[in-house]
């Protein structure tokens, strides 16, 4: 019988390693464990119950890519990483992960529901996703940081994540403003701002802050920012769009310091166009 077990794990060890030694219970049985052996190694505390129908075959508790593996085979095989999640994924670190919480997508119609660590979004949108090490399947950067600034809703946070993604070519300022637009209506104020920032050359989370007082100011005439966004990703060959692009945040007027004082008060009073 022992001999028979070790052979069992033999056998998964490839999957556990992909897997950073996570397991669901269709895998188990699927590797050729019958309920009974997935019920010893549990009682036996070898294995434990991270989900409903997913181990961790490892002892202590989780790190966070073992959460997220677990999320991922939880949700099901539309699954994605989605919010701050994805954005550490794509390289991001503006914004941190909260503690004991892993953020997934799924489409609309999955029956997949939010349990324990896991907050689960559902998407009307097809799922544009990458792939990450140890089999993880993340929402694509910008997609990911719209997703993000609905939750978040701070100006200044919202800002700085997508600023730090702009400037270090991770995503363009055209890509994030398609994402805002196919996203949620709902708590969308803070990255509307953002992106009106970001299209007159704001960098920074200050600069932005700056950037309001300024054009309340009746003193001040036009400031001049940081050179206007034409960064590229690879995903993208054509630079970012200009003002009269934007035409739903940035209403074409007389004057560059009109444009974006306009567009901006409309933003701060929550109307869009």
Request: contains cysteine.
């Amino acid at each position: 019988m022992q001999c028979r077990l070790v052979t069992r794990d033999a056998l998964l060890q490839p999957l556990l390693d992909s897997q950073g030694h996570v397991l669901s219970r269709a895998q188990a049985l699927g590797a050729g464990l019958s309920r009974r052996a997935i019920e010893h190694r549990l009682a036996s505390q070898q294995w434990q119950l991270l989900l409903p129908g997913v181990y961790l075959t490892a002892p202590g508790r989780p790190n966070r890519l073992q959460a997220q593996v677990a999320a991922l085979l939880y949700a099901g095989e539309d699954a994605a990483l989605d919010d701050v999640d994805a954005c550490g994924l794509a390289g991001l670190a503006a914004v941190r992960a909260p503690n004991g919480v892993v953020f997934v997508v799924v489409p609309e119609g999955s029956r997949a529901r939010s349990r324990g660590f896991v907050q689960v979004r559902r998407s009307r949108q097809p799922l544009t996703t990458l792939w990450a090490t140890y089999q993880r399947r993340y929402l694509a950067p910008a997609c990911a940081l719209v997703a993000m600034s609905r939750r978040i809703r701070s100006e200044q946070t919202v800002l700085a994540a997508f600023s730090e993604a702009v400037q270090r070519r991770i995503v363009t300022l055209e890509q994030l403003v398609a994402a805002h637009q196919v996203g949620p209506p709902k708590f969308a104020a803070a990255a509307e701002l953002a992106l009106v920032d970001l299209g007159v050359g704001v960098r920074s989370a200050p600069e932005g802050t700056f950037h309001r007082l300024a054009d309340a100011s009746l003193v001040l005439g036009e400031v001049l920012y940081n050179r206007r966004c034409c960064c590229q990703t690879a995903e993208s060959s054509s630079p970012t769009p200009s003002r009269q692009k934007l035409g739903w945040c940035m209403r074409p007027t007389v004057g560059a310091h009109m444009n974006v004082k306009t567009s901006s008060s409309r933003c701060r009073n929550g109307m869009t166009s």
